[in-house]
């Protein structure tokens, strides 16, 4: 394990406004281990999940991930990006699949390793469960959820750990790309990918998120 962690958290949700780069800058200069941000939010509401679009505009997204990428190669450190699109549905993940490449290509950058992974639940999955005698739960008195419900919904994401972002860094990834997550996953993976014990990796994961 190393003796101390460094963890650059450029913006509260990525895309949402976009982040102030000479602030960043600075923050990069004085070095780091890993560049990471959440692009998600339920704030938003659910129209952008159900729609399967972004709240943030496209412009404002390319602009962090632009500065965030650039900065990671140069420094030669991961960069972790979760919740990608503010809600982190496979279409919004492959969106910064696609502008991560674009970028690439436009700067010219070396080659690095690109991972991904996504996080929508197939609707069937869910009624087969239901069906199979595993009911998902209602929260705080909520009624189970029944197959009249299920069939009214447009789209199931479920929020990811920090076990796929391990695994992907395990795996040597550069640049990692995250369905819906939880937020302090993100930062959470990369202190538990270090080595550091359980405890101390979630609570930086809550005090960066």
Same mark, same amino acid.
């Given at each position: 394990m190393t003796k101390s962690l460094k963890v650059i958290c450029p913006?509260?949700?990525l895309g949402f406004a976009p982040l102030k780069t000479e602030s960043f800058r600075i923050a990069v200069e004085a070095g780091t281990d890993y560049i990471a941000a959440? !692009?998600? !939010?339920? =704030? @938003?509401? &659910?129209?952008?999940? %159900?729609s399967d679009t972004c709240a943030s505009p496209r412009a404002w997204q390319e602009h962090d991930l632009e500065v965030m990428l650039l900065a990671?190669?140069?420094? #030669?450190? &991961?960069? @972790?990006? #979760? !919740?990608? %699109? $503010? *809600?982190? *549905?496979?279409s919004r993940v492959d969106m910064y699949v696609e502008i991560i490449r674009d970028l690439a290509r436009k700067h010219d950058l070396a080659p690095f390793r690109l991972g991904w992974f996504y996080s929508e639940v197939d609707k069937e999955?869910?009624?087969? !469960? @239901?069906?199979?005698?595993? &009911?998902?739960?209602?929260?705080? #008195?909520? &009624? =189970?959820?029944?197959?009249? +419900?299920?069939?009214?919904?447009?789209? @199931?994401v479920a929020m990811a750990g920090v076990h796929p972002f391990?695994?992907?860094?395990? +795996?040597?990834? $550069?640049?990692?790309? #995250? %369905?819906r997550s939880s937020d302090s996953a993100i930062f959470a993976a990369a202190a538990l990918h270090e080595g550091f014990p359980d405890a101390q990796a979630y609570y930086l994961g809550k005090v960066l998120e």
């Amino acid at each position: 394990m190393t003796k101390s962690l460094k963890v650059i958290c450029p913006n509260g949700h990525l895309g949402f406004a976009p982040l102030k780069t000479e602030s960043f800058r600075i923050a990069v200069e004085a070095g780091t281990d890993y560049i990471a941000a959440d !692009s998600g !939010s339920d =704030d @938003i509401g &659910p129209v952008p999940l %159900g729609s399967d679009t972004c709240a943030s505009p496209r412009a404002w997204q390319e602009h962090d991930l632009e500065v965030m990428l650039l900065a990671a190669r140069k420094t #030669g450190k &991961p960069m @972790i990006i #979760g !919740s990608a %699109g $503010d *809600t982190g *549905t496979n279409s919004r993940v492959d969106m910064y699949v696609e502008i991560i490449r674009d970028l690439a290509r436009k700067h010219d950058l070396a080659p690095f390793r690109l991972g991904w992974f996504y996080s929508e639940v197939d609707k069937e999955a869910v009624r087969a !469960s @239901i069906r199979g005698g595993s &009911p998902v739960r209602g929260l705080d #008195g909520r &009624p =189970d959820l029944d197959e009249a +419900e299920l069939d009214a919904t447009d789209r @199931i994401v479920a929020m990811a750990g920090v076990h796929p972002f391990r695994a992907l860094l395990e +795996e040597g990834c $550069d640049v990692i790309i #995250g %369905g819906r997550s939880s937020d302090s996953a993100i930062f959470a993976a990369a202190a538990l990918h270090e080595g550091f014990p359980d405890a101390q990796a979630y609570y930086l994961g809550k005090v960066l998120e």
